[in-house]
């Protein structure tokens, strides 16, 4: 389970900001090699994680927005000795839909490598995605929630080791809470397995019409 000492983190306190894309990285030294790593993590409402510039798939699971799943991913094989980063892209719904009940932006993270420990806490850098557009948007329709910009030319290769956040916009993570002791009540481990992220089959196209 999480530590006590870990954090939910956001860009700022603020909950009233729909749709919002933020970047959070984390960079830290390990003394020791790859070995056996233990991550859970936690957001409202997605996230997509990467661990030296290696995604690892998985999404967060649809709760109720005081009552939270984690996930929890073997990250060993990406971790070495010396420097590392965890980077991770979230994703914060904010308005009701069919699958998703409005909560308050979050996200909560630990690392557990060997006697070594890596916890989400104002050390993290944060800033608004570059590339995926923020803010009022258009929605797919009232069931289905917002729609989605992106513009990969605006992509820096953040997620990556090499990566320094710096500049640009970055800034400290606001604390807001730890585990289950203020908005959030519950973190429990996750209920259905992840979906499958398997080979890429190509298609082809067999007919063409119109619908009237």
Not at 34 to 44: E, H, M, N, V
Not at 126 to 133: A, D, E, K, P
């Amino acid at each position: 389970m999480f530590d006590s000492a870990c954090r939910w983190i956001w860009i700022d306190e603020r909950t009233d900001q729909e749709n919002q894309y933020v970047c959070f990285r984390r960079d830290f030294r390990l003394k020791r090699g790859r070995g056996p790593a233990k991550l859970l993590i936690s957001a409202d409402s997605d996230y997509q994680l990467f661990v030296n510039g290696h995604e690892i798939y998985g999404r967060q699971f649809s709760d109720y927005p005081k009552d939270r799943s984690f996930d929890r991913y073997d990250v060993g094989a990406h971790l070495s000795s010396g420097d590392n980063c965890i980077a991770v892209l979230a994703f914060y719904r904010g308005r009701d839909a069919s699958e998703y009940r409005k909560g308050h932006p979050g996200l909560i993270l630990q690392l557990d490598a060997g006697a070594e420990r890596v916890l989400s806490d104002s050390a993290w850098k944060c800033r608004l995605s570059r590339s995926f557009r923020s803010g009022p948007i258009a929605q797919v329709t009232v069931q289905m929630g917002f729609t989605v910009e992106h513009d990969a030319r605006r992509e820096d290769a953040w997620t990556n080791l090499a990566y320094r956040a710096g500049g640009g916009g970055w800034r400290a993570a606001v604390e807001l809470a730890g585990p289950t002791d203020g908005y959030w009540q519950t973190l429990r481990p996750r209920v259905l397995p992840q979906m499958e992220a398997l080979a890429f089959r190509p298609g082809k196209v067999v007919c063409v019409g119109r619908i009237s």
